[in-house]
C-alpha cells in the first residue's frame, strides 16, 4: 500500500482528490487542510504527499518551507500551465511529482505510483510552463516593491520597510511595470499574481 495524504485548502476539492485517489486499491488516502500544521512523521507515515501548488507560499511566507524541506522529496504538486511562478518553486522546493491540474484523472495516480518508487514525474504539458517559469523578468528588489504595494502599502511605508528612499522605491516600481509589459502598477501586481510569482 502506498500511504498518500493530499493538502488543499478547500474541502470540496480535497474530498474529491482523496476519492480520485481511493479509486486506486494500492492507494491509502487521507487528508489535511494546509493551515492544520504538519504531523508528527512517526503518527502520521507518509509515501507520497499530494498538494495544490497554491497551498505553497510564496517569497517571504515562511509557511510552506518547513513542509518543502520534510516532505519535497515525496512530494506530488497540482499545478496549471497559466502559474509559471508556482510550477518554478514546487520544482524548485524539491517537488518530485507535478501535475496539470487539467490532466486526467489517471495521470495524477501515475503520478503518485511513480513518486513512491523514486521517480520523478512531469506531466508534459507544464514543461514549457516550468521553463517559462525559470525566467521570471523581476528582481529580488523589484518583487518585494510589487508584493508591498499588491498589500496595498504606500511609497513611503514601502521605503520605509525596505529601507530604501522613495525614489528608489519609485525606480524599482517603474522598472518593474514595464519588465512585465504592464500599464500601470495595478496590472504589473495583477500579471505577477496572475502567473503566481508572489
Same mark, same amino acid.
Given at each position: 500500500?502506498?500511504?498518500?495524504?493530499?493538502?488543499?485548502?478547500?474541502?470540496?476539492? %480535497? *474530498?474529491?482528490?482523496?476519492?480520485?485517489?481511493?479509486?486506486?486499491?494500492?492507494?491509502?488516502?487521507?487528508?489535511? *487542510?494546509?493551515?492544520?500544521?504538519?504531523?508528527?512523521?512517526?503518527? !502520521?507515515?507518509? /509515501?507520497?504527499?499530494?498538494? =495544490?501548488? /497554491?497551498?505553497?507560499?510564496?517569497?517571504?511566507?515562511?509557511?510552506?518551507?518547513?513542509? %518543502?524541506? %520534510?516532505?519535497?522529496?515525496?512530494?506530488?504538486?497540482?499545478?496549471?500551465?497559466? &502559474?509559471?511562478?508556482? +510550477? &518554478?518553486?514546487?520544482?524548485?522546493?524539491?517537488? %518530485?511529482? +507535478?501535475? =496539470?491540474?487539467?490532466?486526467?484523472?489517471? #495521470?495524477?495516480?501515475?503520478?503518485?505510483?511513480?513518486?513512491?518508487?523514486?521517480?520523478?514525474? !512531469? =506531466?508534459?504539458?507544464?514543461?514549457?510552463?516550468? +521553463?517559462?517559469?525559470?525566467?521570471?523578468?523581476?528582481?529580488?528588489?523589484? !518583487?518585494?516593491?510589487? *508584493?508591498?504595494?499588491?498589500?496595498?502599502?504606500?511609497?513611503?511605508?514601502?521605503?520605509?520597510?525596505?529601507?530604501? *528612499?522613495?525614489?528608489?522605491?519609485?525606480?524599482?516600481?517603474?522598472?518593474?511595470? #514595464?519588465?512585465?509589459?504592464?500599464?500601470?502598477?495595478? /496590472?504589473?501586481? #495583477?500579471?505577477?499574481?496572475?502567473?503566481?510569482?508572489?
Amino acid at each position: 500500500m502506498v500511504r498518500t495524504v493530499v493538502v488543499h485548502d478547500e474541502e470540496l476539492l %480535497r *474530498s474529491a482528490l482523496v476519492e480520485l485517489l481511493r479509486s486506486d486499491v494500492a492507494l491509502e488516502v487521507s487528508s489535511m *487542510s494546509p493551515g492544520a500544521g504538519l504531523p508528527d512523521p512517526e503518527v !502520521l507515515p507518509t /509515501d507520497v504527499w499530494v498538494v =495544490d501548488g /497554491d497551498c505553497l507560499q510564496g517569497p517571504g511566507q515562511a509557511h510552506d518551507a518547513p513542509f %518543502r524541506a %520534510r516532505h519535497g522529496d515525496r512530494l506530488v504538486v497540482l499545478t496549471s500551465a497559466k &502559474r509559471p511562478g508556482v +510550477l &518554478r518553486r514546487a520544482f524548485d522546493g524539491g517537488a %518530485r511529482g +507535478l501535475v =496539470d491540474k487539467n490532466a486526467p484523472a489517471r #495521470r495524477l495516480i501515475t503520478a503518485v505510483h511513480a513518486v513512491a518508487k523514486g521517480e520523478r514525474f !512531469l =506531466d508534459e504539458t507544464l514543461t514549457v510552463a516550468l +521553463l517559462e517559469g525559470a525566467e521570471m523578468p523581476l528582481t529580488t528588489r523589484e !518583487l518585494s516593491v510589487l *508584493s508591498l504595494a499588491s498589500q496595498g502599502a504606500p511609497m513611503a511605508e514601502i521605503a520605509a520597510r525596505l529601507h530604501l *528612499s522613495r525614489g528608489t522605491v519609485r525606480n524599482y516600481m517603474a522598472t518593474a511595470i #514595464r519588465k512585465v509589459g504592464a500599464r500601470n502598477r495595478v /496590472d504589473a501586481i #495583477r500579471i505577477v499574481q496572475s502567473a503566481g510569482w508572489t
